[in-house]
């Protein structure tokens, strides 16, 4: 049993534990529906130039909707990215995934973490990171601006939480 790993102490409970994960404004049902128009408009504007003999022009009616529905799975695929950020009494962890589902996690002692918000005025927050001697780490580049003020403001919270005790 490792004594400095949260997760392996059992009276050691993590005091804030959040899971971070890019927005994305249409759903699965909204892409369907979506994908099906514009299947229908590319198919009746096929058989148009079809009938009227502009039958080259048919392949980038097909080129085109190949395009769209490309971008669309690029990024339905960067929203599996997804971050997991906890704060114990002895370690503050962040574990980073991948879309293609690797983990890389990175481990700080609370008292010499340092949590770094740089803001814009107009923006707000633009990035945040934690940090102490030896190593840094960016902390929800994916999120909006309304998530990153609420979860900079949760995190400093727990981590002046922890520090305080």
């Given at each position: ?5 949260a ?5 050691e ?12 404004s ?32 048919v ?11 490309g ?9 599996r ?32 973490a ?19 001697r ?30 305080r005790?």
């Amino acid at each position: 049993m490792n004594p400095g790993n949260a997760e392996t102490t059992p009276n050691e409970q993590p005091v804030f534990c959040a899971e971070l994960t890019p927005y994305r404004s249409l759903g699965m049902k909204g892409f369907k529906v979506f994908m099906m128009i514009a299947g229908l408009m590319s198919l009746v504007h096929v058989v148009v130039f079809w009938i009227i003999g502009a039958w080259p022009v048919v392949f980038f009616f097909g080129l085109d909707f190949l395009l769209l529905f490309g971008a669309f799975w690029l990024n339905y695929r960067a929203a599996r990215t997804r971050e997991v950020v906890s704060v114990s009494r002895l370690d503050v962890s962040v574990r980073k995934f991948t879309p293609a589902g690797r983990m890389t996690e990175h481990r700080f002692n609370p008292f010499w973490a340092h949590f770094h918000i740089a803001r814009h005025e107009e923006i707000g927050i633009v990035s945040m990171s934690l940090s102490d001697r030896r190593k840094a780490t960016d902390i929800g580049s994916f999120l909006n601006r309304d998530d990153r003020e609420s979860f900079a403001t949760a995190f400093s919270g727990a981590l002046a939480t922890v520090k305080r005790r």
